[in-house]
């Protein structure tokens, strides 16, 4: 499907790449509540190329996981074209292909991959032709505004363009900066203008209020949203009613919180497996309890779970013990 169609609506919001986080189940789960798009977790072309085991579990879908995009990174044209080509002969089902120049961790983006194509914006742009030339869906780019500072952010977008992609995805932060400071509103309002694509904005959308000052303040096509979803999938529902009728939706009861871990937790065991899916749910769990009062016993009971009975009891447990004065999650607060 061409993004464009996701586009026709007001207000796209996208799941956000989260590498180790935006999984089958968390991507399901958040379609349910209202996103209009989801990405795979990254996977390195190289690792793609040689169809690795544990690269490919990366790329588990299924029908309803849909408009989904997958996220490319790599520094070499060989290894991306014939990670394309793996995907082609796999008749890998995916609607958009997406290339990594935002990741700020250090050993990938000190060896030129990820946000260190940032400082190469002539490099990017090559290897973004190579991708445009052999993807047969459409292509998209995620940036950040720079390495230490934005000056040049309009000039990587643009280079970026020039290079024939669909869209382009722009995290208002610089590398240095990862994940924390201000997120630089006017710089990502500089790209907007300066693109004739569509321009999707990241950063700090934690909360509906945090949506529309994205949308007001930068003019952006639409917004991907990451560790606002993560525990907290009814963002997507909170954000939408809010743009369209200006109403602030009541934070989620208790009650609704155990239903939807439940069946998150559900849907994890059928992807993974009993032991995996316990595994890869524990941290969910942390975060669908943030700032519930007195949590911190039940919490650390998580970390030691094992089978799907234990995980079924301390949901459970949730569910029945939770204390009522729940309401203040970090995500209100910083609304
Ligand atoms: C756990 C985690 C993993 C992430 N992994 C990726 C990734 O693989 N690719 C990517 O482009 N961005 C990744 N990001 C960045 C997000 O997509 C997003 O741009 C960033 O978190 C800023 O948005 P936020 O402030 O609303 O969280 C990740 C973020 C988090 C929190």
Request: hydrophobic share 40%; aromatic share 8%.
């Amino acid at each position: 499907m061409k993004f464009k169609k996701i586009l026709a609506s007001k207000y796209p919001l996208i799941l956000a790449p989260m590498a180790g986080v935006s999984s089958l189940p968390f991507r399901i789960i958040s379609r349910e509540f209202g996103a209009q798009y989801a990405f795979l977790e990254m996977v390195h072309a190289r690792s793609l190329s040689y169809g690795s085991k544990q690269t490919m579990e990366l790329l588990s879908t299924n029908e309803n996981d849909r408009p989904l995009g997958l996220q490319l990174l790599s520094k070499e044209e060989e290894y991306i074209k014939s990670a394309i080509k793996r995907l082609d002969e796999y008749k890998y089902k995916y609607d958009m292909l997406d290339f990594n120049a935002a990741c700020p961790v250090r050993k990938i983006s000190n060896r030129g991959e990820g946000a260190g194509l940032l400082q190469k914006p002539r490099k990017l742009k090559k290897l973004l032709k190579v991708i445009v030339k052999a993807s047969s869906v459409s292509v998209s780019v995620k940036i950040r505004l720079g390495w230490d500072n934005s000056d040049e952010a309009c000039e990587i977008a643009m280079h970026a363009e020039d290079a024939g992609i669909d869209v382009l995805f722009v995290h208002g932060r610089t590398k240095v900066q990862a994940y924390k400071g201000e997120v630089d509103y006017a710089a990502i309002g500089r790209i907007k203008k300066r693109l004739n694509i569509p321009v999707i904005a990241s950063g700090n959308i934690l909360s509906a209020k945090r949506a529309k000052q994205m949308f007001d303040e930068t003019g952006c096509d639409g917004l991907l949203v990451a560790r606002g979803a993560l525990g907290n999938p009814w963002i997507f529902k909170e954000i939408t009613t809010y743009l369209e009728k200006g109403i602030l939706l009541k934070r989620p009861t208790i009650e609704e919180i155990a239903d939807v871990m439940q069946r998150h937790f559900d849907l994890s065991v059928e992807c993974f497996g009993e032991r995996r899916g316990v595994v890869r749910f524990r941290k969910f769990y942390v975060w669908y309890t943030r700032g519930v009062t007195g949590i911190r016993p039940l919490r650390e009971k998580v970390m030691r779970t094992i089978t799907k009975e234990e995980m079924n009891k301390v949901i459970e447990k949730f569910r029945n013990e939770a204390h009522p004065g729940y309401g203040l999650t970090s995500h209100t607060i910083l609304s």
